[in-house]
């Protein structure tokens, strides 16, 4: 079967959609957050721990997996969500983006890049049509087309080039994608020049993708430059395809992403944070390893009802942390991606409801609701 | 409610015991192998994971706890078993086993011990009472007096006058004890000396503790020696009350022991050696880390019916182990408990069915026992 897409609710004046997308390892729910297993993993959790927390969509990065374990093992063992255990789905990435900020990059070229590894230095090639071999034997649910991604700032010369790479390469991906069960996104870049945004949404438009991935953004820029360039790619894609905004994801751009018309979000923030002691709550952030947490019984978040908030306190968590127990560790990035998910299914619930306003002054109302 | 101890079968000539000890926090089925929570959690467990692998009672290090996160948090958090979210039975030992191995020990004398602590420096005084005083605070089910444990090899005056300490701590530890739902056992020292471990018993025997534990044993001395001193040590132990060997828990360990007359194991090894890739099979120890199991897609042990066994490959656990994910250390500790604890639960039910011969070649047996 093939991906599908369609929007059952709007609200936000009609820009903010919730949606359903039907994969062959289930529905995923719109707006939503895709917890990052970089390597095959969500940092700290198990997939059982995902599931439980509704998870319908996590992310894989091409560039890990083709590096470790490599793709023939993740093939042979019958792609990844074999691998991981993990029967609900699965987007990847092309490895662009991870080839640009960890690999030792060697060059860019129209043919692709080159790079050398940074576990040990190997060296390698990255074509558009290899981007999508590695990801068809990886299986994913959805996989990208290889982009080059600009940080900010950027010379407008450069940022123009890299677009027009990017959109002759999501032709040659398009060409050599095969797998009927497996969605191939193309990717919007521009950087913060709305002209280059529309000229790159609407070439990908012309392409047809089932759906699109808007890059190049949370790299540094203004917020309001990123809001811009976003309003720019979202007004010039189709509105019966899923939009997703890569790499971003705190509560707050939730609600900016979701009321200009994004699908899909991807952050690694929520574990990543939590390895510096800091919890998402209704009530903004806290760093719960801070001595204030010493004696506190409460939970991480007295407004949430998951599993960690209804058993353990911050005292207790903390003295994990402080002690380097790995459960603080998990229980913290357990609460965070729960606090994503609900707040992402306030969003949809208030959609649908018709009373999302997309003022990031919800987000205590929202994180509240079920 | 006190503590209770009944032996419900025998079996190795007698020796072999399987009984139920009744605490207030549920019935722990002997022999029993005891997860260790040094710090308050069991490293790469969650509290709900124990219960799920069947542990009914685990161990938490009084001297870590009484470090940090202090023992007022414990206490103001209501107990340890309310801290941890762990509301089965926990055993505290006394703390004097770290002091002696961990911290920077300056002086023992027949008061007590004094040193210094391996986070900060500081400097702190263990009496008998105060490591009474301190578990009470803690709270756990089962507390134990303070010992001192000599290494191997030691001069037989030395060995003579800690064993001899000893005793005279118990009797002060017994005077100190108060709370009537925790039981306090004594320790029998005495090294590798036949004579030395005979009178450490029948003192403390005479002293009518609720449960012995055994200690001084595997720290360094021949297998053979430790197995002597065991003997020598249970043989003068009363028949109608819990045996607990102390710091000791391979699989060969458990037979060797419960054909003596052991009722309580508890080791770091199963979590330890997870974190360097080894898990136990009922075929022996694998290094799941090494390269033979890159592409290896059967379970950590084949005979193993647990949650890791029944969903994740070696395959999988090697590249986890390899990337530095978290998850792979959890999988891995998981199994190991389950193994260990399933290896006991086989010994238990053996013992029950008159079948139990203490012969290391059972293990693989047992292992694949219900």
């Known amino acids: 079967m093939s991906m599908t897409f369609r929007v059952v609710a709007r609200a936000s004046r009609g820009f903010a959609r919730a949606g359903e997308i039907v994969t062959p390892h289930g529905i995923i729910r719109t707006p939503v957050f895709m917890p ?62 991870q080839v640009a900020s960890l690999a030792d ?56 080039d890299a677009m027009r790479r990017t959109t002759e390469w999501a032709k040659r991906c398009k060409a050599a994608h095969r797998r009927e069960d497996q969605a191939l996104f193309g990717i919007v870049q521009g950087g913060v020049f709305p002209d280059l945004r529309e000229e790159s949404a609407k070439a990908l438009a012309d392409m047809d ?45 939730f609600i900016e992403g979701v009321s200009r018309g994004v699908d899909m979000f991807d952050c690694v923030l929520p574990t990543r944070v939590a390895r510096h002691g800091t919890a998402f709550t209704a009530a903004g952030r806290i760093i719960v390893r ?27 968590i903390r003295h994990l942390l402080k002690a380097g127990e790995m459960l603080g560790l998990r229980l913290v990035s357990y609460h965070n ?15 649908v409801a018709g009373a999302f306003k997309g003022t990031v002054q919800e987000i205590g109302d929202l994180c509240g609701s079920k």
Not at 56 to 73: C, D, F, K, Q, S
Not at 226 to 251: I, S
Not at 343 to 351: D, V
Request: hydrophobic share 40%.
């Open 105 to 160: 990059l060697r060059s860019v070229t129209n043919d692709g890049v080159e790079f050398r590894s940074h576990i040990d230095g190997s060296r390698h090639f990255l074509s558009p049509e290899k981007a999508v071999a590695i990801q068809e034997a990886l299986g994913a649910d959805i996989a990208m087309a290889l982009d080059e991604c600009v940080r900010y700032p950027a010379d407008r010369g450069y940022v123009r």
């Open 290 to 316: 801070d001595a204030a947490y010493a004696r506190d019984f409460s939970p991480l978040d007295p407004a949430c009802d998951c599993r960690v908030c209804r058993n353990y306190t911050r005292a207790y």
């Open 36 to 97: 990052v297993g970089t390597q095959g993993s969500v940092k700290g959790m198990s997939p059982e721990e995902l599931r439980e927390i509704g998870a319908e969509i996590i992310l894989a990065n091409t560039y890990h997996l083709y590096l470790r374990p490599g793709v023939e093992v993740v093939r042979d063992a019958g792609g990844l969500h074999s691998f991981m255990d993990w029967h609900r789905g699965i987007l990847t990435d092309s490895g662009g983006f």
């Open 337 to 351: 991606l729960y606090f994503l998910i609900r707040l992402m299914r306030g969003i949809r619930a208030s959609i």
């Open 209 to 253: 993708f089932p759906g699109y991935g808007i890059g190049g953004l949370s790299v540094g820029e203004p917020k309001e430059f990123m809001l811009e360039a976003l309003e720019h790619a979202c007004a010039h894609l189709p509105e019966d395809k899923p939009r997703y905004l890569m790499g971003v994801g705190t509560p707050e751009d």
